[in-house]
T-cell receptor, first 115, second 115 residues
Framework: GENVEQHPSTLSVQEGDSAVIKCTYSDSASNYFPWYKQELGKRPQLIIDIRSNVGEKKDQRIAVTLNKTAKHFSLHITETQPEDSAVYFCAANNAGGTSYGKLTFGQGTILTVHP | ETGVTQTPRHLVMGMTNKKSLKCEQHLGHNAMYWYKQSAKKPLELMFVYSLEERVENNSVPSRFSPECPNSSHLFLHLHTLQPEDSALYLC??????????????FGEGSRLTVL
């Protein structure tokens, strides 16, 4: 089955700095790579995603890059703010032709942005 | 936001108790999922129901028993649990078929403590 590795497990930055979180996946058939943000005591929420036919996607301060050959993808947050502090999860969809989602998640990264 | 609602939010039970977790979605989706979130571990997929049929069962012990009476409701029946089953149990939903983008919509979770 799919295996997703995520690094680092914790990341501490100063407000205004950039933050980068990296993930690798094992199944070359995976074709959908979302990133979820989970604030303390809250539900995971999708913040950005990318599909295997695209190399990069950007949404304001957040961007995701995908390298299919190397099987890794990264989340980039620029101009970080204290409200960006949360746990971030990457995931890969190994749907295998099914019509429903079947996400395999990374271990999560605790991001702390210091004012 | 009440797209996916889970009850109870917190549950404490002894190892001999029987309890149930409930999930309800108001998004018109046809797939529902149970994930387990333990400390320092990735979200683990437990069960998937698509069009009210169980389509995934990821080697979950029989002390966890899912039930999906209709596309809007999902239950997780618990009996004779172990302390290591203490975790946050997250319900999620998604469309199926052509409407499925891969995104999962999570509930707030049920925090389970087994004494």
């Amino acid at each position: 089955g799919e295996n997703v590795e995520q690094h680092p497990s914790t990341l501490s930055v100063q407000e205004g700095d950039s933050a980068v979180i990296k993930c690798t996946y094992s199944d070359s058939a995976s074709n959908y790579f979302p990133w979820y943000k989970q604030e303390l005591g809250k539900r995971p929420q999708l913040i950005i995603d990318i599909r295997s036919n695209v190399g990069e996607k950007k949404d304001q301060r957040i961007a995701v890059t995908l390298n299919k050959t190397a099987k890794h993808f990264s989340l980039h947050i620029t101009e970080t703010q204290p409200e960006d502090s949360a746990v971030y999860f990457c995931a890969a969809n190994n749907a295998g032709g099914t019509s429903y989602g079947k996400l395999t998640f990374g271990q999560g990264t605790i991001l702390t942005v210091h004012p | 936001e009440t797209g996916v609602t889970q009850t109870p939010r917190h549950l404490v039970m002894g190892m001999t108790n029987k309890k149930s977790l409930k999930c309800e979605q108001h998004l018109g989706h046809n797939a529902m999922y149970w994930y387990k979130q333990s400390a320092k571990k990735p979200l683990e997929l437990m069960f998937v129901y698509s069009l009210e049929e169980r389509v995934e069962n990821n080697s979950v012990p029989s002390r966890f028993s899912p039930e999906c009476p209709n596309s809007s409701h999902l239950f997780l029946h618990l009996h004779t649990l172990q302390p290591e089953d203490s975790a946050l149990y997250l319900c999620a939903s998604s469309p199926v078929g052509g409407s499925n983008t891969g995104e999962l919509f999570f509930g707030e979770g049920s925090r389970l403590t087994v004494l």
